[in-house]
RNA sequence: GGCCCGGUGGUGUAGUGGCCUAACAUAUCUCCCUGUCACGGAGAAGACCGAGGGUUCGAAUCCCUUCCGGGUCGCCA
């Protein structure tokens, strides 16, 4: 070895040991004849001194050190001078005067600084990762990241789950995203998948008995990127046999709480986590992952303008949609910009419009509002006591905003979503040291896919019906719960899962729902279908997104940030420069002609 | 595929029609400095403004095309 100590780790105790250290030189400080180096490695820094009177030649060779060097350093720690401790790094009150020193290797001046946070280019972040990687800050995450995977494998172990590994090279099967292929040598014009999910393995595996299994496990999904998608990703991939929704819920709650108050105690989290319907998620929030550190809840304002001369809510009331609204706290005063800009999201998001309503300050209470403190495009149409009786329902009071929507039921309740955590970010009511956990239950099963007319899954197509639901599936697939659940943080989807299906004859039924023959469903899924036919047990599990767990842990709002070699977001990778060609040879041996993309 | 933002010495920014022969900080190089810790001081070198085309007497600045990075909608069971 070539040292013998961590710098970050030395203390006043050490003081008057001889030690070997060996890292990067972090930065230099060159007094003429003094020279300070701070040496950084993995633990930390550590101040090393260079002086020419008791170690001439290391002094001498010290000169010439610069930024991200690779030395080794021989020397001795002893207590600084008084005055001289340095209270920002753990190791300050001592410091390694150097008797040697050997340069391992030497660096040019590095693309961007190491040695502070400053802000770099994404695209020089990626082309030398591996000097962005040297940043405490990821290496930090990267740190944080090891100990969350660390946890689950702790606490599932402890709890009778077996890790177990399932093949990368799969089959490609239908529903979900776009899969990642992989040409087969041996069978010209077949391919293989990479797995979005292990989903029909793991079920495999329950009905194989293993009855508790997970995997950290890497999915692959050829779609668009977004801040928080990658094309690869890491989920904690978990089954269970012979439970019930409530048995997985009540295992994942203290693995979550667990999680954060072993690796991140700062982080404030809220027990028991709170449960919501999806129903009620869209009600109150407009969104099936509602970010519940803040109120502004979404409230149906029928009551207080049934009667209402208005012609954009009568219209909406009487076409059997509805009218709701939130309070934006504090915000009347919002300029016409600021209103416009609101608008124009409302819009985006697919509203006819949006009705704003601001209550001066000038009253002192709600009741005491007159039409002279209403401040609104629509003033003229309203009684004072619709106003009234709209601000007591969104709990508004003087001074604050009403934001209001009218239209169809489900519009209605995302554009308000959005407008909700539009105000929430605003208001800076977005606290990061809470992590605010929430369970969504009873999704609907199917949704109604309007471009290629037919059913889809919500979840997956082996997510186990309500069974008081089940009579409904032909009938009005609309109205069929699943038994399915996700855990959400912050509004971020930090797991979904299922009951599974666990009989051929309902499996076939929900495929005969999709819209699948049955020759389509046997050449599809015949191998599940069958393994079922073979004593399946009752199971479920979910599949949880590891890296955004880190991201929000880290206080980072980009998945990058806490994967060490990411793509960019076109799925591309600048250090390596992949994807790229590859030559004649290889594209025969796999049996591939590439013909160019269409010339525009 | 749509929309939006960005690309200026190594890095991060400023400059949004003439004052730009492009500014500032830092990094780099040279010299000085024995208690600094984002050390300090003196000096030097370094970009023709992502690329191509156009408008103009004049373009980093306006327009078009294109490349790259980012955000977002669609998409992501």
Same mark, same amino acid.
């Given at each position: 070895?070539?040292?013998?100590?961590?710098?970050?780790?030395?203390?006043?105790?050490?003081?008057?040991?001889?030690?070997?250290? =060996?890292?990067?030189?972090?930065?230099?400080?060159?007094?003429?004849?003094?020279?300070? @180096?701070?040496?950084?490695?993995?633990?930390?820094?550590?101040?090393?001194?260079?002086?020419?009177?008791?170690?001439?030649?290391?002094?001498?060779?010290?000169?010439?050190?610069?930024?991200?060097?690779?030395?080794?350093?021989?020397?001795?720690?002893?207590?600084?001078?008084?005055?001289?401790?340095?209270?920002?790094? +753990?190791?300050?009150?001592?410091?390694?005067?150097?008797?040697?020193?050997?340069?391992?290797?030497?660096?040019?001046?590095?693309?961007?600084?190491?040695?502070?946070?400053?802000?770099?280019?994404?695209?020089?972040?990626?082309?030398?990762?591996?000097?962005?990687?040297?940043?405490?800050?990821?290496?930090?995450?990267?740190?944080?990241?090891?100990?969350?995977?660390?946890?689950?494998?702790? *606490?599932?172990?402890?709890?009778?789950?077996?890790? @177990?590994?399932?093949?990368?090279?799969?089959?490609?099967?239908?529903?979900?995203?776009?899969?990642?292929?992989?040409?087969?040598?041996?069978?010209?014009?077949?391919?293989?998948?990479?797995?979005?999910?292990?989903?029909?393995?793991?079920?495999?595996?329950?009905?194989?008995?293993?009855?508790?299994? *997970?995997?950290?496990?890497?999915?692959?999904? &050829?779609?668009?990127?977004? =801040?928080?998608?990658?094309?690869?990703?890491?989920?904690?991939?978990?089954?269970?046999?012979?439970?019930?929704?409530? &048995?997985?819920?009540?295992?994942?709650? +203290?693995?979550?709480?667990?999680?954060?108050?072993?690796?991140?105690?700062?982080?404030?989290?809220?027990?028991?986590?709170?449960?919501?319907?999806?129903?009620?998620?869209?009600?109150?929030?407009?969104?099936?992952?509602?970010?519940?550190?803040?109120?502004?809840?979404?409230?149906?304002?029928?009551?207080?303008?049934?009667?209402?001369?208005?012609?954009?809510?009568?219209?909406?009331?009487?076409?059997?949609?509805?009218?709701?609204?939130?309070?934006?706290?504090?915000?009347?005063?919002?300029?016409?910009?600021?209103?416009? &800009?609101?608008?124009?999201? =409302?819009?985006?998001?697919?509203?006819?419009?949006?009705?704003?309503?601001?209550?001066? +300050?000038?009253?002192?209470?709600?009741?005491?509002?007159?039409?002279?403190?209403?401040?609104?495009?629509?003033?003229?149409?309203?009684?004072?006591?619709?106003?009234?009786?709209?601000?007591?329902?969104?709990?508004?009071?003087?001074?604050?905003?009403?934001? @209001?929507?009218?239209?169809?039921?489900?519009?209605?309740?995302?554009?308000?979503?959005?407008?909700?955590?539009?105000?929430?970010?605003?208001?800076?009511?977005?606290?990061?040291?809470?992590?605010?956990? =929430?369970?969504?239950?009873?999704?609907?099963?199917?949704?109604?896919?309007?471009?290629?007319?037919?059913?889809?899954?919500?979840?997956?197509?082996?997510?186990?019906?309500?069974?008081?639901?089940?009579?409904?599936?032909?009938?009005?697939?609309?109205?069929?719960?699943?038994?399915?659940? &996700?855990?959400?943080?912050?509004?971020?989807?930090?797991?979904?899962?299922?009951?599974?299906?666990?009989?051929?004859?309902?499996?076939?039924? @929900?495929?005969?729902?999709?819209? *699948?023959?049955?020759?389509?469903?046997?050449?599809?899924?015949?191998?599940?279908?069958?393994?079922?036919?073979?004593?399946?047990?009752?199971?479920?599990?979910?599949?949880?997104?590891?890296?955004?767990?880190?991201?929000?842990?880290?206080?980072?709002?980009?998945?990058?940030?806490?994967?060490?070699?990411?793509?960019?977001?076109?799925?591309?990778?600048?250090?390596?420069?992949?994807?790229?060609?590859?030559?004649?040879?290889?594209?025969?041996?796999?049996?591939?002609?590439?013909?160019? +993309?269409?010339?525009?």
């Amino acid at each position: 070895m070539f040292k013998d100590t961590n710098c970050g780790e030395l203390r006043k105790e050490h003081a008057g040991r001889e030690v070997r250290l =060996a890292g990067w030189v972090n930065r230099r400080r060159d007094h003429g004849s003094l020279i300070f @180096i701070d040496l950084r490695d993995r633990s930390g820094i550590a101040q090393v001194v260079f002086n020419p009177q008791t170690a001439p030649q290391a002094a001498k060779m010290a000169e010439n050190l610069r930024g991200e060097w690779v030395v080794g350093v021989r020397g001795n720690v002893v207590e600084r001078p008084a005055g001289t401790e340095n209270s920002k790094i +753990p190791s300050g009150d001592i410091e390694v005067q150097a008797v040697e020193l050997e340069v391992f290797n030497e660096s040019k001046p590095p693309p961007f600084y190491v040695n502070d946070d400053s802000e770099v280019d994404e695209a020089l972040r990626l082309r030398y990762r591996p000097i962005y990687l040297r940043r405490q800050r990821i290496q930090n995450n990267l740190v944080l990241r090891h100990k969350i995977i660390q946890q689950m494998r702790r *606490y599932l172990d402890t709890r009778g789950f077996l890790e @177990i590994e399932t093949p990368i090279l799969g089959k490609s099967t239908p529903e979900g995203a776009r899969d990642y292929l992989v040409p087969s040598r041996l069978y010209p014009g077949s391919f293989y998948a990479l797995p979005q999910s292990p989903q029909q393995m793991k079920q495999l595996l329950m009905v194989s008995g293993y009855e508790k299994y *997970y995997q950290i496990a890497r999915c692959f999904r &050829d779609e668009d990127l977004r =801040a928080d998608r990658q094309p690869e990703f890491t989920q904690l991939d978990l089954e269970m046999s012979f439970v019930e929704q409530e &048995d997985i819920l009540a295992l994942m709650e +203290p693995l979550y709480t667990s999680i954060v108050e072993e690796v991140t105690p700062s982080k404030h989290v809220t027990k028991p986590f709170p449960r919501l319907t999806y129903k009620e998620a869209m009600e109150k929030y407009g969104s099936d992952k509602p970010d519940l550190r803040f109120g502004l809840e979404l409230t149906d304002l029928e009551p207080a303008v049934r009667g209402t001369q208005f012609q954009v809510f009568r219209q909406a009331l009487t076409e059997k949609g509805v009218v709701k609204g939130i309070t934006a706290p504090g915000c009347a005063g919002y300029s016409r910009k600021q209103l416009d &800009d609101l608008t124009q999201m =409302a819009k985006d998001k697919g509203a006819r419009g949006l009705i704003t309503i601001a209550l001066e +300050p000038g009253a002192s209470t709600v009741d005491s509002l007159s039409m002279e403190h209403v401040r609104s495009v629509a003033a003229r149409y309203f009684t004072i006591d619709e106003v009234k009786g709209m601000a007591h329902a969104v709990g508004a009071k003087p001074s604050d905003l009403l934001l @209001i929507v009218a239209g169809a039921h489900q519009m209605v309740n995302t554009v308000l979503g959005a407008l909700r955590l539009e105000i929430g970010k605003r208001l800076h009511l977005q606290d990061k040291d809470h992590m605010k956990f =929430a369970f969504v239950t009873d999704f609907p099963l199917l949704e109604w896919n309007a471009e290629e007319k037919r059913w889809n899954s919500a979840h997956h197509p082996f997510t186990m019906p309500h069974p008081e639901d089940i009579q409904y599936l032909e009938s009005d697939p609309a109205r069929v719960r699943a038994w399915s659940y &996700d855990l959400v943080c912050n509004g971020i989807e930090m797991f979904s899962g299922s009951i599974r299906i666990h009989r051929r004859e309902l499996q076939e039924r @929900i495929f005969q729902v999709l819209g *699948y023959t049955p020759d389509e469903t046997k050449e599809k899924f015949g191998h599940l279908l069958e393994a079922f036919e073979y004593g399946a047990p009752p199971h479920g599990g979910i599949g949880a997104g590891i890296d955004r767990l880190a991201m929000i842990m880290a206080d980072e709002d980009n998945l990058r940030e806490v994967i060490a070699f990411p793509k960019t977001q076109s799925a591309t990778d600048l250090l390596f420069g992949a994807p790229a060609p590859v030559g004649q040879q290889q594209l025969q041996q796999v049996h591939i002609k590439v013909s160019p +993309p269409e010339q525009k």
